[in-house]
């Protein structure tokens, strides 16, 4: 089992920075996939950011590339999700997503554990 634990969520104006945070369990937290989800209201969860394992390799969704930054240290057994230059548009509840296997990166069906979800809002 793989327990995940977000943190950092708040209020922050337009074009402000915000740092997101998910601790996880578990001894082999360097073998994850670890992802960044979020979900807005009346819309479908959608994939964020996404980094591998050791090696680091990072993925995003087009609308945040060059704004939002993943990393993770394995070991604090945290991944970050670094949110710069944010609009209303980025107001969602963040969740952080864990896989053991691997598979399509930017699909939740990847993903076995998930965290509760942070908050996120940005006022314009």
């Known amino acids: 089992q793989v327990q995940l634990v977000e943190s950092g969520g708040g209020l922050v104006q337009a074009g402000g920075s915000l740092r997101v945070s998910c601790a996880a369990s578990g001894r082999t937290f360097g073998s994850y996939v670890m992802g960044w989800f979020r979900q807005a209201p009346g819309k479908e969860r959608e994939f964020v950011a996404a980094i591998l394992r050791s090696v680091g390799t990072t993925y995003y969704t087009d609308s945040v590339k060059d704004r939002f930054t993943i990393s993770r240290d394995n070991a604090k057994n945290t991944v970050y999700l670094q949110m710069n230059s944010l609009n209303s548009e980025d107001t969602a509840v963040y969740y952080c997503?864990?896989?053991?296997?691997?598979?399509?990166?930017?699909?939740?069906?990847?993903?076995?554990?998930w965290g509760q979800g942070t908050q996120v809002t940005v006022s314009s």
């Open positions: 997503a864990a896989s053991t296997t691997g598979g399509v990166i930017k699909s939740s069906v990847t993903y076995d554990y």
